[in-house]
């Protein structure tokens, strides 16, 4: 890992990007003593500096966390291959035509996961090795990501999942397996993600311990206050 830039916030954060291999990302980390670590990850590749990722890494890193985001295979600005291409061409073709895109985000994100998770796997593994983090680990964000690391990596303590990304059948059938405290959050008016799929999803959910919260609104129209439930979610389960 290579930091490649550092500077330090307001509320004394300190922001650095680095890369690993060919995986850009950015860490934030709160101070000298080790911190727990939470891996933040946008809905459906999605750029790691978006500006909602970014808010919600720099309220949990001033709330105590070690917070670090990548862009994964395919995601952000990292080069996308010919068929990924057509393939999102497709779906904003079906979407502006008003034509079902299930299937279209099928071929999109199932390979999205399968590419992102052995990155942020490799990730972690050298987040871990450095003297300002310490585990428990937890994780926040893409469903369909949250959700294949809960159950390929032991090392996942907790994760705040939001409903608003589509989940692959793969990742539905693997929902069961998941036993981690989850925090789930449901935009009730979300336009892009039915409902009573994100209902039967947190049905599905194996784990003993999960908590669904919804609030009226859009796909974005998540309230700021849940971040702040959100961080204390994970300080009961990595502090």
Same mark, same amino acid.
């Given at each position: 890992m290579r930091f490649t830039s550092e500077q330090r916030l307001d509320d004394g954060v300190?922001?650095?990007?680095?890369?690993?291999? %060919?995986?850009?990302?950015t860490l934030w980390t709160p101070g000298s003593e080790p911190a727990p670590l939470i891996l933040m990850a946008h809905n459906n590749? !999605?750029?790691? #500096? %978006?500006?909602? !990722?970014?808010a919600r890494a720099r309220r949990s890193a001033a709330?105590?966390?070690?917070?670090?985001?990548?862009?994964?295979?395919?995601c952000g600005d990292r080069p996308r291959s010919p068929a990924d291409e057509q393939i999102r061409a497709d779906l904003r073709r079906a979407m502006r035509a008003g034509e079902?895109?299930?299937?279209?985000? %099928?071929?999109?994100? #199932?390979?999205?996961?399968?590419?992102?998770?052995?990155e942020w796997r490799t990730t972690l593994d050298a987040l871990l090795a450095l003297p300002e983090i310490g585990g428990p680990v937890g994780y926040s964000g893409w469903t369909a990501v949250g959700i294949r690391l809960a159950v390929a990596e032991p090392r996942i303590a907790a994760a705040g999942l939001f409903a608003g990304g589509f989940v692959p059948r793969a990742q539905r059938e693997e929902a069961r397996?998941?036993?981690?405290?989850?925090?789930? !959050? !449901?935009?009730?008016?979300?336009?892009?993600?039915p409902r009573q799929r994100a209902l039967d999803l947190f049905d599905a959910f194996g784990t003993k311990e999960k908590t669904l919260h919804a609030n009226l609104g859009g796909h974005t129209g998540t309230p700021w206050f849940e971040a702040e439930d959100g961080n204390r979610f994970f300080g009961r389960h990595l502090k």
């Open positions: 300190l922001e650095r990007e680095f890369v690993l291999g %060919e995986i850009p990302g590749g !999605l750029p790691k #500096g %978006e500006s909602r !990722l970014v709330y105590g966390y070690a917070v670090a985001t990548i862009d994964a295979a395919g079902p895109v299930d299937e279209i985000f %099928e071929s999109l994100v #199932g390979p999205l996961v399968e590419g992102a998770v052995p397996q998941v036993t981690i405290p989850l925090l789930f !959050l !449901l935009q009730w008016d979300d336009e892009g993600n």
